[in-house]
């Protein structure tokens, strides 16, 4: 069985890997202060993986009686979310990068960031900012987080990406005051996107793509054909919706919708912040 | 998961495997891949869709990798000669698309392109060497595994056997279930796993790539430290003074210290002995008995058969000491001579015990070695340039360096690129399979950019290192920081 990895990328970004969980991070500041938030950061990742697993089966299910630090982070990010289904899993790459971000923010370092797989934990100092660029449909998206914005975690989910998805959006990306609330929140609104009563979008029982997974028999999205302008519009409404509902209740900052070449969005930090890379791109 | 229907999760039940490769155990059903995307179970068998592994040297010596239980980690940065092997890189279909990989990198100042894929091989073998003195089977006869028949022993060139396992007719010239063992028993050698093999009319043995053979059921220690003359030419000075004569016996050639050239050199005296056997020049016998699992190599498990009588008028006598030995040490005895010119067995002297733990010493370790042996045919080559025999001649003229999971291997002269590698220095898992079935190796070609272009190379597909990193191939996602294997 192997253990978990860390090297340093050639451009000096730390490389944290275990089982499913890859971790590409950064810290700013004097290269002392980097050795030793390196060090901090492999020492506590050395141990996640197992942490989690010891409690997985209680995190694949509703139930959330859990008492990991990593795992009662997970709980509480789906909570808000219930009586909807939403498994701690939901919320699992936001809440280890946050655990990493922890370790990696310390003395010098004026600013971070932990990428897990596209769920991105940040940590600014007072005046920093950390831009980061989304790959989304067709280009590149810039998204710009400075120290005074309530935004400390980035989360992109859709029926494309690793996890699966019962919607139908290429992509939902999510700014929140933490990763996992981004993330948990992005699984939301990716599953909101959606033509439930449309018969060319094609859906398996989650169990069968993978049997361990946590969403059981639930239909998952595995193939989604070419929409008409209006079921793409309509499928879009369905899950600004959704976003809206979350933000008002302050669950989330912003989010950008994606769908078959199409966006839609909510929070005007993000739109302003995408406004501004249309200049930058 | 309150409602997860059972019934799903009985069907899938009885195929399911657990995963072992990291702490989250997944169960994972046929088809489908773990909660990492990175293994799988392809029927029945737990596989790797692995990210790119890329090889560093430096790694080797602990560095990159930071074991987590010291807390000193140093954080020094990715090594400059870190290269992309072909592992996990995926394949393309159809051929003439561009290889998964074609990675730019800074090598020694000159700006070299590595196009790096993973080549599905249905024209493959391998070719075991065991080191045994034992016999294991005669030349030519078929070997099986659960009965299928998967090779064939071949020429042994030296003091060990070897077999021819694979190549196209068993894979896809016989039966479905020939084929599938066929291709099942490589994946495993290759991959550094046991394999039980039954030679007809010869001996069951367990090969497993750097470990010793087990040949019927027991493991071979020792690989002889050359046949019996040569052991006589070793360690005749060395026997001087402390034995009156010594007998290396051997299913090859046994060697007799008295006649041997290297006993007259040293003024050996006429004994008197007696070889039953076939007389090749003075003191080395051919055919002292059959080959088998006994002293030497050959089925005796009683040396003196193979001794006529004592000639007194030659110089036997009363009292004369003989040492019988086997060419790894493994089998010894002492004898005197009693008043009727028998040889009676007594205690190893003291003083002889070093001499024969001395060719005990000098014997190497026995070993199983597997080498796999395939050949890039045209379509592969597409996927690297666009005037594929362009590569083929870059290849054989050695401007183009062809390495396989970072390993280097040896290209046969002559048409194609047939080449040659020892799976140990390859990655563990390197190997894979489709069901074709056919082994899938990672092979890289690695040559100077300019030369690439020149053979109608997929310029446009070129990328450097660190673009690869970020972007990855069409396929695999990620890519993997490993030392290189060491020997």
Partial sequence: MSGAVAALLPDGRLHLQHGPIDIVAQGFGPDDALRAAHARAAARFATVLDELVAELPMLRSEMGLVSGKIARRMVLAVLPYRPAFLTPMAAVAGAVAEEVLKTLAG?????????????IALHLGPDESLTCALAVTGGLERVTVAASDPVRGIATSGWRGRSFSLGIADAVTVLARSAAMADAAATMIANAVDLPDHRGIRRRPAQEMQADSDLGARAVTVDVPALSPADRAAALRAGLAAAEGFRARGLIEAAALFLQGESVATGGGLLAARSEAREHV | MSDAAPDAADRAAPEKIRCDACPVMCYIAPGQTGACDRYANAAGRIVRTDPVVMLSHALTGGQRIVPFAAADWDGETVPPDTFVTGIGSGTTYPDYKPAPFIVSSQVAGAD???VVTEAIFSYCGVKVKIDTDRFLGPEG???RVQGEPVGHVTTAEYGSQMLSLGGVHHLTGGSKPEGRITCAAMLSLCNGEAVEMEIEGGARVV?????PPIVDGRPERRMRVGCGSATI?????????????????DDHITGVVSEHQAGKVLGWEPTGIKIKGHRSTPGRYFRVSEPGLGWGGTRLTDPLE???DWQEKKGARPGLTLLMVSTTGEDHAFYVLDAALKPVQQPLPEALRDTVALIDENCEPSLCTVLFVGGAGGSLRAGVAKNPVRLTRSVQ???TRLTSGGAECFVWPGGGITFMVDVLDLPKGAFGYVPTPALVAPLEFTLPRADYLAMGGHEAA????????????EYPTAARLESWPLR
Avoid: C, H, K
Wanted: glycine share 18%; no cysteine; charged share 15%.
């Fill in chain 1, 107 to 119: 003395p010098g370092i004026t600013r971070a960031y932990v990428n897990n797989g596209g769920d």
């Fill in chain 2, 233 to 249: 030419g070793m360690f005749a000075a060395q026997w001087r003074g402390l034995v009156d004569e010594v007998v290396v016996v």
């Fill in chain 2, 141 to 143: 006869a078929v070997v």
């Fill in chain 2, 207 to 211: 090969v497993q790539a750097g470990q």
């Fill in chain 2, 306 to 308: 193979i001794l006529g």
């Fill in chain 2, 112 to 114: 070299m392109v590595t």
């Fill in chain 2, 462 to 473: 070129i990328r450097s290192l660190d673009r690869a990193v970020a972007e990855g191939g």
């Fill in chain 2, 397 to 399: 003229g050695g401007v």
